[in-house]
């Protein structure tokens, strides 16, 4: 009988009170799945070892991505980790949703640290963009993130996110608008100088339909790029003068699907698009 298993333990290393190095084991202890795929509600809870076991087809491969998109949210990555897996039209519970109930996908999971006693809990809210919105069709949105510990007599949440605004505890316990904008900034730094142009560059390839404002420094994301500048911020003046002055050609790219693509159209062709595998 098919099956699959888990073994999640994490160490991470601190220091304690007196600047001494301190092993801190955390566990996982359990994972809340909701509205996933064929997942419509489920919550399991792991000892040291789990097993998921059944036939072909029952779900265990989706508990076991679960596993992965919370990581891939501790990440930052999750957007792209659905996007990449089929964006929300697959992601969503495969089931029927009463009328006025919004598509959405919950994912959490519960760790305790083994030396400690400390619980600790994530769970992250995606669902799709609003339609006036900056964002495709189906592209992944989180909506609330949350994670909070257990060290006493209730849960504390150290930190919140509801849509774009972040907040966390700080040392005395209040809860204070989280600085991201630093961080965000700094993340956002992007080096150029190895970029390829050959045949296999992952700039000729068509990319994953996701919101994207600045170019990857490999250029991978250079389809989404466009797609965001002609479809979201329906604003293409100063790349279609680019692309003019420098090809003498006409950028066209269409309305996202999974994936963006563009290509080029050609004086001297005017009824053909060129891909830009094809350049």
């Keep these: 009988m098919p099956l699959a298993s888990v073994q999640q333990r994490g160490r ?41 076991v059944g036939e072909n087809g029952v779900g265990k491969s989706n508990l076991y991505r679960a596993l992965q998109l919370i990581k891939a949210a501790g990440q930052g990555s999750l957007a792209y980790e659905i996007a990449r897996e089929g964006g929300m039209q697959s992601a969503l519970w495969s089931g029927g949703r009463r009328l006025a109930q919004p598509a959405r996908v919950i994912l959490g999971a519960e760790l305790e640290n083994d030396e400690t006693a400390a619980k600790f809990s994530y769970q992250v809210e995606i669902g799709l963009p609003p339609p006036v919105s900056a964002g495709f069709a189906f592209e992944p949105q989180v909506k609330e993130e949350k994670l909070s510990v257990e060290a006493g007599r209730r849960p504390v949440e150290m930190m919140t996110r509801k849509g774009p605004a972040a907040f966390a505890r700080d040392g005395d316990g209040r809860r204070v608008e989280y600085p991201v904008r630093l961080l965000a900034a700094v993340a956002g730094w992007r080096f150029y100088h190895g970029f390829r142009t050959d045949r296999d560059s992952p700039a000729r390839k068509p990319s994953l339909a996701i919101t994207s404002t600045m170019l990857d420094e490999d250029g991978g994301n250079l389809a989404a790029v466009f797609a965001t500048l002609a479809h979201i911020r329906q604003d293409t003046v100063d790349l279609d003068r680019a692309v003019a002055d420098a090809l003498g050609a006409e950028l066209d790219v269409p309305e996202p699907g999974e994936a963006a693509t563009f290509g080029l159209k050609l004086p001297e062709f005017p009824q053909r698009l060129f891909r830009p595998e094809e350049l």
Excluded at 27 to 39: D, H, P, Q
């Design 12 to 52: 991470f290393a601190g220091r304690d009170a007196r600047g001494s190095p301190e092993r801190r084991i955390m566990r996982l202890t359990g994972l809340v799945a909701e509205g996933y795929r064929s997942l419509k509600s489920i919550r399991l809870e792991f000892g040291q070892v789990g097993l998921f």
